[in-house]
Nanobody, 114 residues
Framework: QVQLVESGGGLVQAGGSLRLSCAAS????????MGWYRQAPGKQRELVAT???????NYADSVKGRFTISRDNAKNTVYLQMNSLKPEDTAVYYC????????WGQGTQVTVSS
Protein backbone atom coordinates (compact mmCIF):
# COMPACT_ATOMS: atom_id res chain seq x y z
CA GLN A 1 0.00 0.00 0.00
CA VAL A 2 1.07 3.56 -0.65
CA GLN A 3 -0.75 6.79 0.03
CA LEU A 4 -0.08 9.75 -2.24
CA VAL A 5 -0.61 13.38 -1.28
CA GLU A 6 -0.39 16.12 -3.89
CA SER A 7 0.34 19.76 -3.20
CA GLY A 8 1.36 22.90 -5.03
CA GLY A 9 -1.73 23.61 -7.08
CA GLY A 10 -3.29 27.04 -7.29
CA LEU A 11 -4.29 29.94 -9.49
CA VAL A 12 -1.74 31.36 -11.90
CA GLN A 13 -1.81 33.65 -14.92
CA ALA A 14 -1.07 32.35 -18.38
CA GLY A 15 2.66 32.17 -18.94
CA GLY A 16 3.33 31.54 -15.28
CA SER A 17 4.79 28.53 -13.48
CA LEU A 18 3.81 26.10 -10.75
CA ARG A 19 5.54 23.12 -9.18
CA LEU A 20 3.42 20.22 -8.02
CA SER A 21 4.65 17.75 -5.43
CA CYS A 22 3.47 14.23 -4.71
CA ALA A 23 4.58 12.83 -1.37
CA ALA A 24 4.35 9.07 -0.90
CA SER A 25 3.79 7.33 2.42
CA UNK A 26 6.63 4.88 1.83
CA UNK A 27 9.74 4.47 -0.23
CA UNK A 28 9.22 4.99 -3.95
CA UNK A 29 12.58 3.44 -4.85
CA UNK A 30 11.01 0.21 -6.02
CA UNK A 31 7.86 1.68 -7.57
CA UNK A 32 8.26 0.94 -11.25
CA UNK A 33 6.55 4.07 -12.52
CA MET A 34 5.08 7.25 -11.10
CA GLY A 35 3.21 9.87 -12.98
CA TRP A 36 0.90 12.82 -13.22
CA TYR A 37 -2.50 12.79 -14.84
CA ARG A 38 -5.07 15.53 -15.16
CA GLN A 39 -8.81 15.83 -15.60
CA ALA A 40 -10.54 18.95 -16.85
CA PRO A 41 -14.29 19.49 -16.34
CA GLY A 42 -16.30 17.35 -18.71
CA LYS A 43 -13.23 15.52 -20.00
CA GLN A 44 -11.60 12.19 -19.36
CA ARG A 45 -8.52 11.86 -17.19
CA GLU A 46 -5.41 12.05 -19.36
CA LEU A 47 -1.74 11.30 -18.93
CA VAL A 48 0.54 14.28 -18.42
CA ALA A 49 3.91 12.70 -17.64
CA THR A 50 5.45 9.56 -16.20
CA UNK A 51 8.83 8.61 -14.82
CA UNK A 52 10.12 5.08 -14.28
CA UNK A 53 12.27 3.80 -11.45
CA UNK A 54 15.19 4.04 -13.85
CA UNK A 55 14.49 7.68 -14.61
CA UNK A 56 12.98 7.33 -18.08
CA UNK A 57 10.34 9.94 -18.76
CA ASN A 58 7.34 10.20 -21.02
CA TYR A 59 5.21 13.28 -21.74
CA ALA A 60 1.96 14.09 -23.43
CA ASP A 61 2.56 16.01 -26.64
CA SER A 62 0.61 18.96 -25.26
CA VAL A 63 3.12 19.53 -22.43
CA LYS A 64 6.43 18.59 -24.05
CA GLY A 65 8.98 21.34 -23.65
CA ARG A 66 6.94 23.06 -20.92
CA PHE A 67 6.58 20.47 -18.12
CA THR A 68 9.29 18.44 -16.40
CA ILE A 69 8.71 15.42 -14.18
CA SER A 70 11.31 14.34 -11.64
CA ARG A 71 11.57 12.07 -8.63
CA ASP A 72 13.55 12.30 -5.41
CA ASN A 73 13.75 8.80 -3.99
CA ALA A 74 15.36 10.07 -0.78
CA LYS A 75 12.30 12.24 -0.09
CA ASN A 76 9.76 9.77 -1.48
CA THR A 77 8.47 12.60 -3.66
CA VAL A 78 7.69 13.14 -7.32
CA TYR A 79 7.54 16.63 -8.80
CA LEU A 80 5.96 18.23 -11.83
CA GLN A 81 7.49 21.54 -12.84
CA MET A 82 5.05 23.37 -15.07
CA ASN A 83 6.24 26.39 -17.05
CA SER A 84 4.59 28.55 -19.70
CA LEU A 85 1.18 27.54 -18.42
CA LYS A 86 -1.84 27.94 -20.67
CA PRO A 87 -5.54 28.21 -19.84
CA GLU A 88 -6.02 24.76 -21.36
CA ASP A 89 -3.77 23.34 -18.63
CA THR A 90 -6.55 24.06 -16.14
CA ALA A 91 -7.54 20.78 -14.49
CA VAL A 92 -7.32 18.69 -11.37
CA TYR A 93 -3.90 17.06 -11.36
CA TYR A 94 -3.54 13.59 -9.90
CA CYS A 95 -0.44 11.73 -8.82
CA UNK A 96 -0.25 8.07 -9.79
CA UNK A 97 1.96 5.20 -8.65
CA UNK A 98 2.19 1.97 -10.61
CA UNK A 99 3.52 -0.78 -8.41
CA UNK A 100 1.62 -3.48 -10.26
CA UNK A 101 -1.26 -2.14 -8.20
CA UNK A 102 -2.31 1.36 -9.21
CA UNK A 103 -2.57 4.06 -6.56
CA TRP A 104 -3.97 7.57 -6.92
CA GLY A 105 -3.74 10.72 -4.87
CA GLN A 106 -6.72 12.94 -4.10
CA GLY A 107 -5.78 15.57 -6.68
CA THR A 108 -4.81 19.22 -6.64
CA GLN A 109 -6.52 21.97 -8.60
CA VAL A 110 -4.55 24.00 -11.13
CA THR A 111 -6.28 27.01 -12.64
CA VAL A 112 -4.63 29.11 -15.33
CA SER A 113 -6.28 32.44 -16.10
CA SER A 114 -5.99 34.14 -19.47
Amino acid sequence: QVQLVESGGGLVQAGGSLRLSCAASRSIFSIRSMGWYRQAPGKQRELVATITSGGSTNYADSVKGRFTISRDNAKNTVYLQMNSLKPEDTAVYYCNADSWVIYWGQGTQVTVSS
